[in-house]
């Protein structure tokens, strides 16, 4: 499990640039897991569940986690998987908070 979940996500408030280059390579080496990195823009992440029921508890854990921190993702729910895509939309692109966000929602299944 990455060291990210354990850091305090803080939500970017706009006025900066987008990760790019060898800090966008670095979150996300840091990351690891299945996170994949989108055109530079965005992580996507598809977890697999046994049954829909499954599915819909962890969209629910990401809710609240969400709600939380105050940073939400978009969430695409149905039979067997949960999707999850995550970027900051103030700055159209990626920030650590979005990595340390992909971490804690890891971390939920742990």
């Not at 599915?55 to 105050?70: C, H, M, Q, R, S």
């Amino acid at each position: 499990m990455s060291d990210l979940a354990s850091r305090e996500c803080i939500p970017c408030r706009g006025g900066v640039e987008p990760l790019a280059g060898d800090d966008l390579a670095h979150w996300h080496e840091e990351l690891g897991g299945e996170w994949q990195l989108v055109d530079g823009h965005h992580l996507e992440k598809t977890y697999r569940f046994e049954n829909f029921v499954q599915a819909l508890d962890f969209t629910n854990k990401v809710g609240a986690l969400a709600e939380e921190i105050n940073h939400h993702p978009e969430i695409s729910l149905t039979w067997g998987w949960v999707r999850i895509k995550i970027y900051t939309h103030k700055i159209d692109g990626l920030a650590d908070a979005d990595f340390i966000w992909a971490a804690k929602a890891d971390r939920l299944l742990a």
